[in-house]
Structure formats: structure tokens, C-alpha cells
């Protein structure tokens, strides 16, 4: 649970707790003077009268002070954050890296860390090393995102990767240095330039191969997303009716959703992005070296597709929107426009989506500030008609 | 219906004769003529009934004989003495926050009216002032003149000091107690029992003595709020309190101040008579002069 404020500048307002500090200090030893003729028999006992003085206006002074410190808040935009907490070292790992990882591994992990959650939708917590991989979920850092939202982790958060990224994943998180990363990379360890798999594909092939997407919709895995719900969506090629239009790609008649549905688009694996780690204005090159297991089964056996080159410098890599544009560049804007056709997410729609935000959900705390003002208020009233003596004169 | 006449008037009237001679023949015309009469009195004259004399009076022989109310008038073998001694030690300045008349204002009109009506009786009436300057004595005389140096003694006169200790007026003392009838009008607040010491030393078995005892409605009611001050008037001590939590304490220790001087001094045969002075002036003189009667066994 954490607090905030939505106009921190307003609490200047609180300026105003001066003033009735000021009257109270100022009149302390004043009180109303009246005459008497005989004082004796206004003395009290020394402790009540102290008493007296002592609670009830420090009391009354409080109250108004305390007040004026909520209305301060009030003007200030109260909001609160409630967030559960993960002590100890806790540990996510992501679908991919408990397949690959072998059982040895599992088990250190779950040795090392107190707690070990999965990091899929729901965040299953993960107790045993024979536990079944979930279904793969494609962005770490949304979910990531969303979890330090729900749950604080005031000791140490690790996030358990494939694709050893050197510091490509952290530079495009927005968690960025808060959490450890740790990678397993799918490839040998020995590898002299580290791959990062970070593309799987939707291939849409048309059956006489005329012309090949070799991307249509792109899963993004271990970065941060170009909606991944997007990604999941049913794609099809095509048109509702027969038209003349042309495919702009090909320049060959476009498909019906009637050809669609008898030549369905099918997955297929077809690149990942290579990036050497060693050269530091490497280019992004699209590869093949994708394991074999993430690929479509019943595309198996089909011969991977010619690799398609994209450069990208580095600065590229470490803008935010670098997934996004990766997509319009692996697509091209007509192959984006038509891989989308009939998805029922339009792509105007993804990409406006904004990114995942860092802060949790802040509830405004204004209408419960104001009641309780509202009835501190009353309070006071009462209390000081109480002190006054019940009646004005 | 009586029509008192207010603090409030009084204060903006302040002709004191000329209240003291309203209040006189006015409310208390009725009341006062039976405070001195009935023992050692001898037949003088009669004379017409008027309204106000009591009906017992009327000789009812005479009335057969000549068809007319006719009253038995007296003459007294001897004057009664009446001695007004007026408090004016500075806690008579003391008034309510809404009031418009000091303890001591109001002491000055008690005392100017009752004198009014002991020179109508013809009986001798003095006054003295008491604070700690320099005694004013106007010694018992009687008429109207003498009522005029009444007047104007207290018309010179402010509350300021200290009621004195009795040993500074014993010579004093020694005349008001050769009176008949004394009243005291005071609030009876003192630092010692400078008070009562007069009291008790003025009663003896020649002279009847009487306290008015003055207070205001703020001394009644303790209508104050919030934190307040109090400040004696005659020493300047402050005690800050909070109204709340003062009041009751207040109001327990000043009942039993009531209790305690009232029984002190009845055992010395003075009653005490209490006044608000926020409350119409004869309300005060009637009730002081019914106290009288029944001390006396009147009606």
C-alpha cells in the first residue's frame, strides 16, 4: 500500500497551519478577562484546572490543525496504491526457459529462491522441478510490469529468461536495472555472437508460394510488446467477397475468406534477430536458428524460408518503440495493413496502445478525504460548543 | 400592573434623586409604612384613609360616626436611627457583562431610596462609606436636607481599595452601634473577615443590623465560555481557567460561601439578604423591606 499525490504543489496549502498555530500560541495566556470581585472563589484545584487548559484547547488545536492538514491533502489529490508484498527472494521464470532449462537447474533455482512464480497470466507459483511448463506467454515485460503493480518485492526480484540479451532487455523495459536478469540462451553457451530469438511468426503461405509473408503477425517474446493480444489473434488474409483488388505485394489477385478458409494460414517459424553482443553497431540480422521445438508441427518437416535481412543500428534497439517498429519493418506498411484485415483488432488500435505504466493503479482517495473532513469538522463544532460551555451568550 | 423600573433605566436616568423618590412613593409606598410603626407609638391624629394604608387601621367607631375612613395617626416617643453603611471597596465595581449597573451603582440607589423613605418616616438616617481612603460619614439627622447630603455624599463617591480592618473605624463602629436599625450594603467579599467583624461588632442588642449582600447575574449563572481569565479587582490576581470545567466547581464553592457567611451571621441575629442587581431595584428594596418585617414580627 503506498500513497501519492496527484497536485503535490497544492500542499503549499498546508502554508494555512501556520495561522492557526499562530492564534493558538498567540492567545495562550490570554483567555477572556473578566472581573471579579472576589477570586477565591474562581480558583480550582491546580491539577484540574491544568488539566483543563492543557487537553481540551491543545485538543481542539489538534483537531484543527489536523483539519486543515486534510484539506491540504484534499487540494493535493490523495491517491492510494495498494500492492501486496513478496518477501524474500523471489524468482519469475518464463514458460521457454523451464523447457529448457534442464532439471538440475530447476532444482538450484528453487533452492536459491523462496518463492518461484511462473511468469505467464496468473503468475502460478512454482514448487516443484517436474512442473509442467504453462502456456507460453509472449511479453515479459508487460507481465512483469503488471505483477511489481499487484505485489511489492522489497527484497530481490529475478526474472529467470531465454535468449541471453547482454543488456538489450533491460534497456527496453521499463523496470530496467530494478530486476535481475538472468538468460538462458537456447543456443550453446559457447557461442561467439549470442542469439536473441525474439521473433516467431505467423506465415500466411499461399499454396503456390507465390508470394510469401515472411511475417505476418509478429510474436514478440522476452520484450516489451506490441500487444501480445493482438498476437494471439486469428489472422486471415483476404477479402470478404471476390474483388479485383490486387495484392500489393505480389501483384496477383487477393484471396477471398472463402480461399482463406480452404488454404488457412498456418504457422510457421521463420526468423529470429541475431545481434553480436561483441560489435557495438552490430546490425540485426534475421536468422533461422529458431528451436526446432517452437516450430508449427505440422510445418515440421517444411524446409525453414530464405532468411530475410534487416539492419537496425543500436541506437534502434534501445528506443522503446523499437518492437513496434521492428514490426512495420518486418512487414512493411501493405503487409501490415493486409495481415491485419481481418483480425478483429484493428492495428490503428495496437499501436495505440501506450505502454504498460510503471506506477500501479492509483485509487483517489478525494471522496473518503472529504467525509472524513466533513466529519472532523462536526467533531470540532461539537467539541468547541462542548469546551465553551454548551451555550453562546 | 407594577412597572419596575430597570437597571437598564436606571442607568440612563441617573438622577438619583429623582429615582429614589419614584421607587419610594411608588412600589414601596405600600410596604414601607409598616416598618416602624406599631410598638411605642402614641395616638396623634387621624386622618383620611388613603389607598396603601392598611385596613386594619381604619377606626371603625369613627367611620360609624361619620360615614368616612379615617386612620389612626401616630406619633413615635422616639426616632429610630437608621444607619446605610455602603461597601465601596473596589469589588463593588464588579458588574455582569450584559449589565449596565456596578454593584456599587446599585448600591447607591438602594441607599439614596432607602434613605428617601426613612426621611419620609421621619426617622434619623446617616450614612457611611466604607474603602480604605478617608471615611465619609454623614451623621444621622433628619428631613430632606439631610437626604440631599446623602445624595450628594454618594454621588462623590467611586468603589476603589480595600474594605478596611475594623480597627481603623472603631470610633465609627462605637455610633453605629448606639442605632436602631443598620443595613450594611455590601457584596460581601473580603480578604480576611473584615466583613463580618463589622457585622458582628454593629449588632448589638440596641441596634438591629441587616446585610444586603449584592451580586450580578454572571455571579449566578457563570455564563462564560471557552477560556477565561478571571482578574480580582481589588488584588489584580489572575486565574485562567476553562469555563467548562470551572463552572461547576465555581458554583459549588460559591453556594457554599452562601451557606457559610449566611449561618455565620444569623448566629449573631443578622440576616442576610440577597440581591441580583440585574434584576428591577424594587424588587431588591421589597424584599429587604418584608426581611425587615419579619425580623420585627410583622405582617
Same mark, same amino acid.
Given at each position: 500500500?503506498?500513497?501519492?499525490?496527484?497536485?503535490?504543489?497544492?500542499?503549499?496549502?498546508? $502554508?494555512?497551519?501556520?495561522?492557526?498555530?499562530?492564534?493558538?500560541?498567540?492567545?495562550?495566556?490570554?483567555?477572556?478577562?473578566?472581573?471579579?470581585?472576589?477570586?477565591?472563589?474562581?480558583?480550582?484545584?491546580?491539577?484540574?484546572?491544568?488539566?483543563?487548559?492543557?487537553?481540551?484547547?491543545? $485538543?481542539?488545536?489538534?483537531?484543527?490543525?489536523?483539519?486543515?492538514?486534510?484539506? $491540504?491533502?484534499?487540494?493535493?489529490?490523495?491517491?492510494?496504491?495498494?500492492?501486496?508484498?513478496?518477501?524474500?527472494?523471489?524468482?519469475?521464470?518464463?514458460?521457454?526457459?523451464?523447457?529448457?532449462? !534442464?532439471? !538440475?537447474?530447476?532444482?538450484?533455482?528453487?533452492?536459491?529462491?523462496?518463492?518461484?512464480?511462473?511468469?505467464? *497470466?496468473? =503468475?502460478?507459483?512454482?514448487?516443484?522441478? !517436474?512442473? *509442467?511448463?504453462p502456456e507460453p506467454s509472449s511479453d515479459v515485460c508487460s507481465l512483469l510490469l503488471e505483477r511489481t503493480a499487484e505485489q511489492r518485492h522489497p527484497d530481490t526480484l529475478t526474472v529467470y529468461g531465454v535468449n541471453r540479451a547482454g543488456q538489450l532487455p533491460p534497456k527496453l523495459c521499463p523496470l530496467g536495472e530494478a530486476i535481475s536478469w538472468h538468460w538462458l540462451s537456447a543456443t550453446t553457451e559457447s557461442t561467439a555472437q549470442p542469439v536473441i530469438d525474439v521473433a516467431v511468426f505467423y506465415h500466411p503461405q499461399r499454396a503456390n508460394d507465390a508470394y510469401a509473408f515472411e511475417a505476418a503477425l509478429l510474436l514478440i517474446d522476452e520484450l516489451r510488446g506490441v500487444s501480445i493480444r493482438t498476437t494471439l489473434q486469428p489472422v486471415a488474409v483476404g477479402t470478404d467477397a471476390a474483388t479485383d483488388a490486387v495484392d500489393p505485394v505480389t501483384d496477383t489477385p487477393a484471396l477471398t475468406t472463402a480461399q482463406m478458409a480452404e488454404q488457412p494460414p498456418h504457422r510457421r517459424v521463420v526468423v529470429g534477430i541475431g545481434v553480436p553482443i561483441a560489435d557495438s553497431n552490430a546490425d540485426v540480422v534475421i536468422t533461422d536458428r529458431l528451436p526446432s521445438t517452437l516450430l508449427n508441427p505440422a510445418d515440421a518437416t517444411a524446409a525453414p524460408e530464405r532468411p530475410r535481412i534487416i539492419a537496425l543500428d543500436r541506437q534502434s534497439l534501445a528506443?522503446?518503440?523499437?518492437? !513496434?517498429?521492428?514490426?512495420?519493418?518486418?512487414? $512493411?506498411?501493405?503487409?501490415?495493413?493486409?495481415? =491485419?484485415?481481418?483480425? *478483429?483488432?484493428?492495428?490503428?488500435?495496437?499501436? @495505440?496502445?501506450?505502454? *504498460? @505504466?510503471?506506477?500501479?493503479?492509483?485509487?483517489?482517495?478525494?471522496?473518503?478525504?472529504?467525509?472524513?473532513?466533513?466529519?472532523?469538522?462536526?467533531?470540532?463544532?461539537?467539541?468547541?460548543?462542548?469546551?465553551?460551555?454548551?451555550?453562546r451568550q | 400592573m407594577v412597572q419596575f423600573v430597570s437597571p437598564r433605566a436606571i442607568a440612563s436616568v441617573s438622577d438619583m434623586a429623582l429615582l429614589a423618590r419614584s421607587v419610594a412613593t411608588g412600589y414601596l409606598q405600600g410596604i414601607q409604612h409598616s416598618v416602624h410603626r406599631g410598638v411605642g407609638i402614641e395616638f396623634s391624629q387621624y386622618r383620611s384613609y388613603e389607598p396603601g394604608d392598611p385596613v386594619g387601621r381604619i377606626d371603625w367607631r369613627l367611620y360609624a360616626r361619620s360615614d368616612r375612613y379615617f386612620v389612626r395617626e401616630a406619633e413615635r416617643d422616639s426616632q429610630t436611627t437608621l444607619w446605610l453603611v455602603l461597601d465601596a471597596s473596589q469589588s463593588m465595581a464588579m458588574r455582569s457583562s450584559q449589565g449596565t449597573l456596578t454593584k456599587f451603582d446599585f448600591g447607591r440607589y438602594v441607599v439614596a431610596t432607602l434613605a428617601y423613605v426613612a426621611q419620609m418616616q421621619d426617622d434619623n438616617v446617616g450614612l457611611w462609606i466604607i474603602n480604605d481612603s478617608a471615611p465619609c460619614v454623614i451623621p444621622p439627622a433628619t428631613g430632606i436636607k439631610q437626604w440631599h447630603r446623602i445624595l450628594h455624599a454618594l454621588e462623590g463617591v467611586a468603589a476603589s481599595g480595600v474594605f478596611p480592618s475594623p480597627e481603623r473605624f472603631s470610633t465609627q463602629l462605637s455610633r453605629v452601634q448606639r442605632a436602631g436599625l443598620t443595613l450594611v450594603v455590601t457584596d460581601l467579599y473580603e480578604h480576611a473577615e473584615e466583613q463580618r467583624q463589622l457585622l458582628r461588632r454593629s449588632a448589638t442588642r440596641h441596634n438591629d443590623v441587616t446585610a444586603l449582600r449584592l451580586a450580578c447575574a454572571d455571579e449566578l449563572q457563570f455564563p462564560y465560555k471557552g477560556a477565561v481569565r478571571f482578574q480580582d479587582l481589588e488584588t489584580g490576581e489572575q486565574v485562567l481557567v476553562s469555563s467548562r470545567a470551572a463552572r461547576a466547581h465555581y458554583l459549588a464553592q460559591r453556594e457554599a460561601w452562601l451557606q457559610s457567611t449566611r449561618q455565620q451571621l444569623r448566629q449573631r441575629g443578622i440576616p442576610v439578604t440577597d440581591i441580583n442587581i440585574d434584576e428591577p431595584i424594587e424588587l431588591a428594596l421589597a424584599s429587604v423591606l418584608r426581611s425587615r418585617q419579619r425580623s420585627i414580627g410583622g405582617p
Open positions: 500500500m503506498s500513497w501519492g499525490l496527484v497536485n503535490p504543489w497544492a500542499l503549499l496549502a498546508l $502554508g494555512a497551519l501556520a495561522l492557526p498555530l499562530a492564534i493558538h500560541l498567540l492567545n495562550r495566556h490570554r483567555g477572556q478577562r473578566v472581573w471579579v470581585g472576589n477570586i477565591a472563589l474562581y480558583r480550582q484545584p491546580r491539577r484540574q484546572r491544568l488539566l483543563a487548559l492543557r487537553l481540551y484547547q491543545p $485538543g481542539l488545536l489538534a483537531l484543527r490543525l489536523l483539519v486543515l492538514s486534510l484539506l $491540504g491533502l484534499l487540494l493535493a489529490g490523495l491517491t492510494l496504491t495498494y500492492t501486496g508484498v513478496l518477501s524474500g527472494a523471489v524468482a519469475y521464470v518464463t514458460p521457454s526457459w523451464w523447457q529448457l532449462a !534442464d532439471e !538440475d537447474t530447476k532444482n538450484d533455482l528453487l533452492a536459491a529462491q523462496d518463492r518461484v512464480f511462473f511468469l505467464v *497470466p496468473g =503468475f502460478p507459483e512454482v514448487t516443484r522441478a !517436474d512442473a *509442467p511448463m528506443d522503446s518503440d523499437f518492437p !513496434d517498429r521492428l514490426l512495420f519493418w518486418l512487414l $512493411g506498411a501493405q503487409e501490415w495493413q493486409r495481415g =491485419f484485415m481481418q483480425a *478483429p483488432v484493428a492495428p490503428e488500435r495496437v499501436l @495505440a496502445l501506450s505502454p *504498460p @505504466a510503471l506506477s500501479p493503479p492509483a485509487q483517489p482517495m478525494t471522496p473518503w478525504l472529504a467525509l472524513l473532513v466533513a466529519l472532523l469538522l462536526l467533531i470540532e463544532r461539537l467539541w468547541s460548543e462542548w469546551y465553551s460551555g454548551g451555550k | -
